[in-house]
């Protein structure tokens, strides 16, 4: 009898294909890697540990206080007191476009200083949501003076004006002094990424008039990636509930995000639970040591980097006053692969560092030196290694 539809007959053949689908694999084993590359960094194993505890249902109301707890810590170590802060489940990248998402009123004029690869990024993400995005650049690897940004903004009068304060494609660290003033000044938001420099690099949101930033988990915070770091100030807020479209992107509107994450606690979407717990612990970790103690920390191991890379004849990208404490450009030498370099320290040594992007690829390798991973022997560990692949 022939099978009625949506039914189907099982054959011999049938059965041999589907056995011959099934995976035979042993328990997963992975290499112990030091990652002082622009990211993942090693995560503290106080973290390892808490990612692997047992997953609670996410309106289980204990996961909710460790929901409030990331929120209260994120707050100190950003040096905000803003009330819409949360960690957006997804990469850094979901931070950024939730951060654009519902800050950009289609049609209004966004202004990006762009200063190298994920300036970039701002400019593509920004003309997805209908802005009309005018730019401003910098060689990769300068930064932007007031009077830059100044010129800029009188020319374009935007609503919004985003940049990155730690490019992590070039190293530069963008001195903020006066931007805040000015965006206020001009009737302007500010948007800052400060992917790969939170919790290594001195933020202070507040005094710096900023009014939107996100960030990362697998850097300056020491956690692994996949709970990113979101605030969103007064003025921000107050433009978010004046508009008359829904935000653009459903699973990253801050109107539904903050019946989650505040005192509603409307479902929105399943939480990635033990990423939250790795995230609770890294900002625990990062407060017990107190935020300033860290930027200290990354500040003395970078310095310490630099002196020993000199001390091999190797030299830095960035001028040293605007050079990160947690993402070092150092020159490739005449007639040196990059790559092989690169490669050979991950396969030999098991120690990643990151290869040049954009403009700079083939003209840098990209140390970090982040989170757990800012320790003077890891310093000590890279050298050694880049001498004897040199």
Partial sequence: ????????????????????????????????????????????????????????????????????????????????????????????????????????HQGETVLIASMGYFGNRLIDMAGRYGAQVKSITKPWGEVFSLAELRSAMETHRPAILALVHAETSTGACQPMDGIGDLCREMGALLILDTVTSMGGVPTHLDDWGVDLAYSCSQKGIGCSPGASPFTMGDRAWTKLQARTTPVENWY??????????????????????????????????????????????????????WQQLESIGLSMHVDKQYRLPTLTTVRVPEGVDAKAVSARMLKEFDLEIGNGLGELAGKVWRVGLMGYNSRRENVDHLIDVFKQVL
């Avoid at 390892?48 to 990331?70: K, R, S, T, W, Y």
């Avoid at 995000?257 to 399943?270: F, I, Q």
């Avoid at 939250?276 to 980097?305: D, P």
């Fill in 1 to 104: 009898m022939a099978p009625k539809y949506g039914q189907t007959t099982m054959t011999s053949t049938t059965l041999e294909i589907r056995n011959s689908q099934k995976q035979q694999l042993a328990p997963l084993n992975l290499p112990n890697r030091l990652l002082l590359g622009p990211g993942p960094s090693n995560a503290h194993p106080t973290v390892l540990q808490a990612m692997g505890m047992n997953p609670l249902g996410h309106l289980d109301p204990q996961f909710l206080g460790v929901m409030d707890e990331i929120r209260s810590m994120l707050r100190y170590v950003w040096q905000t007191e803003n009330a819409m802060t949360i960690a957006v489940s997804g990469t850094g990248s979901a931070a950024m476009e939730a951060t654009l998402a519902n800050a950009i």
């Fill in 252 to 305: 990253l509107d801050m109107n539904l995000l903050s019946k989650y994450w505040g005192p509603e606690r409307v479902y929105h979407h399943t939480a990635p639970v033990n990423l939250y717990y790795g995230l609770r612990e890294a900002l625990r970790l990062l407060c017990e040591e107190g935020v300033e103690n860290a930027w200290k920390r990354h500040q003395t191991n970078a310095e310490y980097l």
